[in-house]
């Protein structure tokens, strides 16, 4: 919509409509002031759907979530990969050790000074801690606003290379995302994965990742869920930085087309990209600042400047190559306006777990070692992470093949 122009039938009538063309520029001398509820009504214009319900609830939540030196807990790790990460500390996977671990992370004195939303798996939405009492309250508690993972997986993508995939979720997803508001969840994610290869990514696969991310996002927001739009193109590869770039344009050009097509209320929506980096195998060497001009660049060319903030995932980067990236991005110059913020899994749990091993008497250094890097990635968000003046048992970061969340 042109600005200064009134959308008077819809704005007086208090229905949405998806067509621009209901928009007409004020006539000379007709009084464009519009009551202030009215004028509400016409800024969301252009929204389909039922939106309009939950809009101001949805911005308010993202904007929340974005809050300068604040980011996001990733530890919507299904039952499976949790798995993996408790047996790299030597824990068996039982439901008890699940609850033990998230128990310690979600009660950690002070994280909601660093840490805005927590991502959760399903089973952590229900759960309680030892003593009976709801995640969702302690986390509430701590002002970390509870989230959910609603995709139900990749899926071997038919027609395109063997390698592609797409997400699966989006049957029943209405009636889910419903439930999950009712429990307390406000946001949600949805990761579709993309690769890069010589032949990849295919038409096909950026179709296809992208019109289910832009479908599920519509669907999170007419229950009130922030939709966090993760279009995660992996790292395995040996493709140099242009071509990341070059194809993170145009997924990010697919993702947002679809989502004007689906109706999505960009303002109460989150973009959760990785990194512009080069492929995992590329010989040669790169430093943060370049990764910071690319990201930004990328991002510059195609996210809508509507969207409050981008939510970077960490990918396999170590802990301090997440908190350094993510902070010399905050301290060069852009023109973008959005919160350029952090939701590690990986890079924000590695120490921690390492820390913890399983044992009640090491909840306290496991609590520590997060809240060092909760903070790192704080100070990052304002561009002042100082590399190494937070401890770190990740040296190496979690780069793995073929990687599976
Ligand atoms: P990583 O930071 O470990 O990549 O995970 C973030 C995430 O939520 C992936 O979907």
């Known amino acids: 919509m042109v600005a200064g122009f009134v959308c008077g039938a819809a704005a007086a009538s208090g229905s949405f409509v998806g067509s621009k063309q209901m928009c007409v520029a004020p006539t000379a001398g007709a009084s464009v002031a519009p009551r202030r509820g009215a004028l509400r009504m016409a800024m969301n214009v252009g929204v389909k759907g039922n939106v309009s319900k939950f809009a101001d609830e949805l911005k308010s939540t993202a904007d929340k979530m974005t809050l300068p030196g604040k980011g996001l807990l990733a530890v919507d790790e299904s039952t499976a990969t949790i798995g993996k990460r408790l047996a790299s500390i030597g824990v068996e996977n039982t439901e008890a050790n699940r609850q033990a671990y998230r128990s310690l992370l979600f009660s950690c004195p002070g994280l909601g000074e660093y840490i805005s939303g927590a991502i959760l798996f399903e089973e ?20 970390i606003v509870p989230g959910i993972k609603v995709d139900k997986g990749l899926s071997p993508l038919g027609g395109a290379e063997p390698i592609e995939t797409w997400c699966t979720g989006l049957d029943g997803l209405a009636e889910r995302t419903a439930a999950y508001y009712k429990q ?97 195998e590329w010989k040669g060497a790169i430093q943060p600042e370049d990764i910071a001009k690319y990201t930004i660049r990328t991002l510059e060319r195609r996210l809508p400047s509507s969207v409050p903030g981008v939510t970077f995932l960490s ?11 993510l902070s010399v991005m905050n301290s060069i110059p852009r023109k973008g306006p959005w919160s350029l913020t952090f939701s590690y899994g990986r890079a924000l749990q590695q120490s921690c777990l390492k820390s913890w091993l399983g044992k009640e008497e090491n909840v306290k250094a496991a609590q520590d070692a997060l809240l060092a890097r909760a903070r790192a990635n704080s100070m990052a968000n304002l561009g002042k992470y100082v590399p190494g003046s937070e401890p770190s048992l990740d040296k190496q970061g979690t780069f793995e093949k073929g990687y599976k969340y």
């Not at 952590?124 to 002002?143: C, H, P, S, W």
């Not at 990918?315 to 990236?325: L, P, W, Y």
Request: hydrophobic share 40%; net charge negative.
């Open 124 to 143: 952590t939405l229900y759960q309680t801690d030892k003593a009976g009492k709801l995640f969702v309250d302690i986390l509430n508690e701590n002002g």
């Open 184 to 280: 307390g969840a406000r946001f949600a994610k949805w990761r579709a994965v993309l690769q890069i290869s010589d032949k990849t990514p295919s038409k096909l696969s950026i179709a296809e990742n992208t019109w289910g991310l832009a479908r599920y996002a519509k669907i999170c927001q007419d229950s009130g869920l922030v939709p966090i739009i993760e279009p995660e193109i992996l790292m395995d590869g040996d493709h140099d930085i242009e071509r990341t770039a070059e194809v993170g344009e145009e997924v990010l050009a697919s993702v947002y087309k679809n989502c004007d097509t689906c109706g999505v209320y960009l303002e109460g929506s989150l973009l959760k990209p990785n990194m512009v980096v080069p492929g995992a």
């Open 315 to 325: 990918g396999g980067m170590s802990e301090e190559e997440a908190s350094i990236n």
